[in-house]
């Protein structure tokens, strides 16, 4: 079956610009994660939703963060006013949404702000 | 403070000499002990999990295990293709991953 997806795979913007960042979950999972990766550190936790539940938004890093997902399903992660410290891969997984249960990544979202 | 650290940063192999990583950990509450590798410019590849002190899984040439306080990653005789950065991560509170930085392994033929 098909794994989460991402898109764009690569987005350059300007700084002060907002950016939207998609993600498609694997189908059936009700659990979907956004992480980021900036160079040189390691997966930096930003948002988990679980099914209807409220997300847990603890990981984002200012108020010009945001992720909301639609109909259980795709998620979008937004990033208003760009600063050039937001470029880093963003990361987005899923999983069956049990405690413990194993979150499949997709290939990422390459952001780069100049 | 939920922590992960890996050890060691970067590990350079000649092909067939086996070696092991490292991934220390103090969580409250630890739900689970992921492996990943991930390969330059890619998300990262689910590798194993466990649950309990003194379980092992292994998968090619690839065996990993869990204490209460550490989990190892075993590589015998890797391969060239075995180069990649094995990312370790505790599963904690109510699904977030906390993750090491990360082990760079490079396999030399």
């Known amino acids: 079956g098909a794994g989460v997806s991402q898109s764009p795979s690569n987005k350059v913007t300007e700084k002060g610009k907002d950016v939207e960042l998609r993600c498609d979950p694997i189908?059936?999972?009700?659990?979907l994660y956004w992480y980021r990766q900036s160079l040189g550190q390691g997966l930096e936790f930003l948002i988990y939703?679980?099914?209807?539940?409220?997300?847990?938004k603890s990981g984002l890093p200012s108020d010009r963060f945001s992720a909301e997902r639609t109909g259980g399903s795709v998620s979008t992660l937004t990033i208003q006013r760009t600063q050039q410290e937001d470029s880093a891969v963003y990361l987005c997984?899923?999983?069956?949404?049990?405690?413990?249960?194993?979150?499949?990544f997709g290939p990422g979202t390459r952001l780069l702000v100049l | 403070e939920d922590q992960v650290t890996q050890s060691p940063e970067a590990l350079r192999l000649q092909e067939g000499e086996s070696s092991s990583l490292n991934c220390s950990y103090t969580?409250?509450?630890?739900?689970?002990l992921f492996w990943y590798r991930q390969d330059p410019g890619k998300g990262p590849e689910f590798l194993f999990t466990l649950y309990s002190a003194g379980e092992e899984k292994e998968k090619e040439r690839l065996k990993a295990t869990l204490t209460k306080k550490e989990s190892f990653l075993h590589i015998t005789a890797p391969k060239p293709e075995d180069s990649a950065t094995y990312l370790c991560a505790a599963g904690v509170g109510w699904g977030k991953l906390q993750f090491g930085a990360g082990t760079q392994v490079v396999v030399t033929p």
């Open positions: 189908s059936g999972h009700t659990a």
């Open positions: 969580v409250s509450g630890l739900r689970g």
């Open positions: 939703f679980q099914g209807n539940s409220a997300p847990d």
């Open positions: 997984a899923s999983s069956l949404g049990e405690l413990g249960e194993t979150q499949y």
